[in-house]
């Protein structure tokens, strides 16, 4: 059960992080992939 809210979590975090932003730049500092 703890993975499966952790995933959950973690796929809620990347729609935010995507959709949640205007540009790209933006998106990549939220989702910390750099």
């Given at each position: 059960m703890g993975e499966k809210i952790h995933q959950l979590d973690?796929?809620?975090?990347?729609?935010?992080?995507?959709?949640?932003?205007?540009?790209?730049?933006?998106?990549?500092y939220a989702c910390g992939l750099f």
């Open positions: 973690f796929v809620r975090m990347v729609i935010e992080c995507t959709f949640g932003h205007a540009s790209i730049v933006e998106r990549i």
